[in-house]
């Protein structure tokens, strides 16, 4: 038990959630220069704080896809506020927030045996990848900014890909002014997508959805054209020809994470998912 009663949980506020962003940075995870808006955007009652005296000591996000799917992440306490048991004060209303829905989360290693305990199972590990890329040549000609007519077609593209709709948060996560977002286009269908976005350091392509590796391969080298800095990449460790694409760009793997499950795991086409959308929100 934490020892403070006043010790208090409740949704975060705006500036509450870019705190838990900070801390998110301070971790090392990375996280995207706009990603607040976006995250909030997904369910905006999906953050909780946890609070000693008014100040904020925990973070965790619990967002829910409508009824089908729940993703749980930003698990945070600060470092001089851990073993008192605020973290597990916090995960304990995370996991009442989300009630029965179907939850992911990408546990780090140290949290995993802690999360096996609440009942979450291992689907598979995800690796970062992270370097300089390198593009030559020109763009594919299929590939195609994600605007008009083309966003529904690749939010239908996206949910083959992903355990629920997610209207709220695409539309703003393909917001061309935050992010770049293209999709390749043949014969008139949607055959893969991707975005990348500029975080503390470098950018990071996610998601990265394709049907094949060669079509994974035109994005990936069109996104990472678009700017300079390293950039990394989130492939779910099962696709090898998504591990092969990050290495033939001379990436190398930087850490990885568990994704886990509570409740019925999702049945996903995990060789189509060459780079997933975020560690945060799946």
Not at 31 to 44: E, K, V
Not at 68 to 85: K, Q, S, T
Request: with cysteine; glycine share 10%.
């Amino acid at each position: 038990m934490a020892d403070d009663d006043s010790y208090e949980i409740r949704h975060m506020t705006a500036q509450e959630l870019e705190t838990a962003i900070e801390w998110a940075a301070r971790e090392g995870w990375n996280p995207g220069l706009a990603d607040a808006r976006s995250f909030q955007a997904a369910d905006r009652n999906g953050f909780l704080v946890g609070l000693l005296g008014g100040e904020p000591v925990a973070s965790i996000s619990a967002v829910s896809y409508g009824t089908e799917f729940a993703f749980i992440g930003m698990y945070i306490v600060r470092p001089e506020m851990r073993g008192r048991g605020y973290g597990w004060r916090i995960w304990q209303a995370a996991m009442s927030q989300v009630g029965g829905i179907p939850t992911g989360l990408d546990g780090v290693v140290a949290q995993q045996d802690n999360y096996r305990k609440s009942g979450f199972v291992l689907a598979h590990r995800n690796l970062r990848y992270g370097g300089e890329v390198a593009v030559v040549g020109a763009p594919d000609p299929n590939i195609q900014p994600v605007s008009g007519r083309l966003r529904a077609a690749v939010e239908r593209y996206d949910r083959a890909h992903f355990p629920a709709a997610r209207h709220a948060f695409l539309d703003s996560w393909l917001d061309p002014t935050l992010r770049q977002c293209l999709a390749y286009v043949e014969q008139g269908a949607v055959k893969g997508y991707g975005v990348i976005r500029p975080c503390r350091e470098g950018r990071k392509v996610g998601p990265l959805f394709a049907d094949r590796a060669d079509i994974a391969e035109a994005l990936f080298q069109a996104l990472s054209a678009s700017g300079e800095g390293p950039v990394f990449l989130d492939p779910p460790e099962p696709n090898a020809e998504a591990r092969a694409l990050a290495e033939r760009h001379g990436m190398t793997p930087m850490f990885e994470t568990a994704r886990m499950y509570h409740g019925p795991a999702p049945e996903l086409p995990l060789q189509r998912i060459f780079g997933i959308t975020t560690f945060e929100l799946g």
